[in-house]
């Protein structure tokens, strides 16, 4: 007997990389099934570094807001020598300027990140259905049809894996989950609260007892999050005594009230493949990263804002090979940040407190997509930007009252920019598909229009480099879709093609 489609899109887990994915699609009007084998949501602070990028990301969804309010700046490292404690600045911090608008990281437990994005979630009418897990599926030219542990058949268009390192969708997908895991080396984590230890200060001990042992005040309560390293085949007792007595031999110090315990093993792997034609990774699930850095939950996320659009855009009668550029795309992306969070953490093992320092390239701000699939080379570039790269923030004057680029690109919609006479004379002509997502015309200057810029102190065209009259595309993941100073038509179109046929 047929089963009958009855979603667009099941996604296989809820952590955060499943629960972007599920908002950004929902909200473009796709019907989505999230559901996790787990019996709620994710109750420890594990992952707890939101990046830059991620941030504006968050505001695009709308829950940046409520995640400042919930988290706060990463606090000095205390290094505990001896009897000394030597403060350390290890997160770099920036200032805020005109096109980065959030510069720094934002420190906040993973608890408190998966409940921003499940509200958004519950609020959009999507529950996420727990204690379901993934059995088996199979696929075929027009759908999946997947088994879940309920008993249920759930026929659906596409299947997204966000099921975690041990992603049972990745290996029923048979795709290969290449690179290294080094049993030996685990690391006890566990949230906390530590009697007589200042908030100020992320505390390490890195030499005591032949351990690393640290500890992390988590923002909005009195909770840190305890980091031990253990000796290789070194026994553990996850007993919350055991663990309050272990803490005490290493630092003197009292934890008690412990709300979440684990043992973590660094893992270095990256999916074969991204996709096996209906079937899609995300998250952990394509990539596992060492903690240093805090890059696996970022990665994981911008993995979910690259493919939700894409996703929407086909499901709305684009042509299905614009899916083949998220593989293209983030891979390369993902094994970048492989390297650089294995670096860091072989220099953590090290005992090299240097190892500790944080700087620009963990923001996730600079990577691009040049290059790729959908930024080629040979298109055109302004000074400050080549296709593929961030479409970075500006200060302007928009026709709703907006007074930053970034709010009047937020939305589903892709965002044109015309500067100069030439090229807004050259926007008026163009044609967009009424179907997928819209297309916005702006015309950067002092013009009577509703769907004008207002270019303030002259700032937008700068950070855009722009020095003749040029046509800039932003997609809908905020990053540069097009960049066109000649032949308006036939580029544009060509443009078109990519994104919407």
Same mark, same amino acid.
Request: net charge neutral; aromatic share 8%; hydrophobic share 40%.
């Given at each position: 007997?047929?089963?009958?489609?009855?979603?667009?899109?099941?996604?296989?887990?809820?952590?955060?990389?499943?629960?972007?994915?599920?908002?950004?699609?929902?909200?473009?009007?796709?019907?989505?099934?999230?559901?996790?084998?787990?019996?709620?949501?994710?109750?420890?602070?594990?992952?707890?570094?939101?990046?830059?990028?991620?941030?504006?990301?968050?505001?695009?969804?709308?829950?940046?807001?409520?995640?400042?309010?919930?988290?706060?700046?990463?606090?000095?490292?205390?290094?505990?020598?001896?009897?000394?404690?030597?403060?350390?600045?290890?997160?770099?911090?920036?200032?805020?300027?005109?096109?980065?608008?959030?510069?720094?990281?934002?420190?906040?437990?993973?608890?408190?990140?998966?409940?921003?994005?499940?509200?958004?979630?519950?609020?959009?009418?999507?529950?996420?259905?727990?204690?379901?897990?993934?059995?088996?599926?199979?696929?075929?030219?027009?759908?999946?049809?997947?088994?879940?542990?309920? !008993?249920?058949? +759930?026929?659906?268009?596409?299947?997204? @894996?966000? &099921?975690?390192?041990?992603? %049972?969708? #990745?290996? $029923?997908?048979?795709?290969?989950?290449?690179?290294?895991?080094?049993?030996?080396?685990?690391?006890?984590?566990?949230?906390?609260?530590?009697?007589?230890?200042?908030?100020?200060?992320?505390?390490?001990?890195?030499?005591?007892? !032949?351990?690393? +042992?640290?500890?992390?005040?988590?923002? @909005?309560? &009195?909770?840190?999050?305890? %980091?031990? #390293?253990? $000796?290789?085949?070194?026994?553990?007792?996850?007993?919350?005594?055991?663990?309050?007595?272990?803490?005490?031999?290493?630092?003197?110090?009292?934890?008690?009230?412990?709300?979440?315990?684990?043992?973590?093993?660094?893992?270095?792997?990256?999916?074969?493949?991204?996709?096996?034609?209906?079937?899609?990774?995300?998250?952990?699930?394509?990539?596992?990263?060492?903690?240093?850095?805090?890059?696996?939950?970022?990665?994981?996320?911008?993995?979910?804002?690259?493919?939700?659009?894409?996703?929407?855009?086909?499901?709305?009668?684009?042509?299905?090979?614009?899916?083949?550029?998220?593989?293209?795309?983030?891979?390369?992306?993902?094994?970048?940040?492989?390297?650089?969070?294995?670096?860091?953490?072989?220099?953590?093992?090290?005992?090299?407190?240097?190892?500790?320092?944080?700087?620009?390239?963990?923001?996730?701000?600079?990577?691009?997509?040049?290059?790729?699939?959908?930024?080629?080379?040979?298109?055109?570039?302004?000074?400050?930007?080549?296709?593929?790269?961030?479409?970075?923030?500006?200060?302007?004057?928009?026709?709703?009252?907006?007074?930053?680029?970034?709010?009047?690109?937020?939305?589903?919609?892709?965002?044109?920019?015309?500067?100069?006479?030439?090229?807004?004379?050259?926007?008026?002509?163009?044609?967009?598909?009424?179907?997928?997502?819209?297309?916005?015309?702006?015309?950067?200057?002092?013009?009577?229009?509703?769907?004008?810029?207002?270019?303030?102190?002259?700032?937008?065209?700068?950070?855009?480099?722009?020095?003749?009259?040029?046509?800039?595309?932003?997609?809908?993941?905020?990053?540069?879709?097009?960049?066109?100073?000649?032949?308006?038509?036939?580029?544009?179109?060509?443009?078109?093609?990519?994104?919407?046929?």
């Amino acid at each position: 007997m047929e089963i009958k489609l009855n979603t667009d899109v099941l996604i296989v887990g809820a952590g955060p990389a499943g629960s972007v994915l599920a908002l950004d699609l929902v909200r473009r009007g796709v019907r989505v099934r999230i559901i996790d084998k787990a019996s709620g949501s994710f109750p420890g602070s594990r992952a707890k570094g939101i990046q830059p990028r991620t941030q504006e990301v968050f505001e695009d969804l709308g829950i940046l807001e409520e995640a400042l309010q919930k988290g706060c700046d990463y606090p000095k490292m205390g290094i505990h020598i001896g009897p000394l404690t030597i403060p350390y600045r290890m997160q770099q911090t920036n200032k805020v300027t005109a096109d980065v608008p959030y510069p720094n990281v934002l420190l906040l437990p993973q608890f408190e990140t998966d409940k921003l994005l499940q509200n958004s979630l519950h609020h959009l009418g999507v529950n996420i259905e727990y204690e379901t897990a993934f059995v088996s599926l199979e696929q075929d030219d027009n759908g999946v049809l997947t088994t879940l542990s309920t !008993g249920e058949k +759930v026929r659906s268009q596409y299947v997204v @894996g966000a &099921d975690g390192g041990a992603s %049972m969708v #990745r290996k $029923a997908a048979g795709i290969q989950f290449i690179g290294k895991t080094n049993e030996a080396d685990r690391m006890l984590i566990v949230d906390g609260t530590i009697h007589g230890l200042k908030r100020k200060y992320w505390h390490v001990w890195p030499r005591v007892q !032949g351990k690393q +042992v640290a500890a992390c005040p988590l923002p @909005g309560g &009195d909770k840190f999050q305890v %980091m031990i #390293r253990l $000796a290789p085949h070194e026994e553990v007792n996850l007993d919350n005594s055991s663990l309050i007595e272990l803490f005490l031999k290493l630092t003197g110090l009292y934890l008690q009230d412990i709300t979440w315990k684990t043992v973590f093993r660094p893992n270095v792997r990256l999916a074969e493949r991204y996709r096996c034609d209906r079937i899609f990774l995300i998250g952990d699930a394509a990539h596992v990263h060492t903690p240093a850095g805090a890059q696996g939950l970022n990665t994981g996320i911008q993995d979910a804002y690259n493919l939700g659009w894409k996703l929407g855009q086909v499901l709305s009668g684009a042509d299905a090979s614009l899916l083949d550029t998220y593989e293209k795309e983030r891979k390369p992306i993902a094994a970048h940040v492989l390297k650089l969070s294995d670096a860091l953490y072989s220099e953590i093992e090290q005992k090299n407190l240097l190892s500790f320092k944080r700087g620009d390239e963990e923001s996730q701000l600079g990577f691009s997509y040049f290059n790729g699939p959908l930024a080629s080379t040979s298109n055109a570039q302004t000074k400050t930007l080549k296709v593929g790269d961030r479409a970075p923030d500006a200060p302007c004057s928009g026709p709703n009252g907006e007074k930053r680029l970034f709010k009047i690109m937020k939305g589903l919609h892709f965002t044109l920019l015309a500067f100069g006479e030439e090229a807004i004379n050259a926007i008026k002509m163009f044609d967009w598909p009424e179907n997928g997502a819209t297309l916005y015309k702006y015309m950067i200057g002092k013009y009577n229009d509703e769907q004008h810029i207002t270019n303030t102190n002259e700032q937008l065209k700068k950070i855009y480099g722009i020095t003749q009259s040029t046509i800039v595309l932003i997609r809908p993941d905020g990053y540069i879709g097009g960049i066109i100073i000649n032949n308006w038509d036939v580029n544009f179109k060509n443009i078109v093609k990519k994104f919407t046929k």
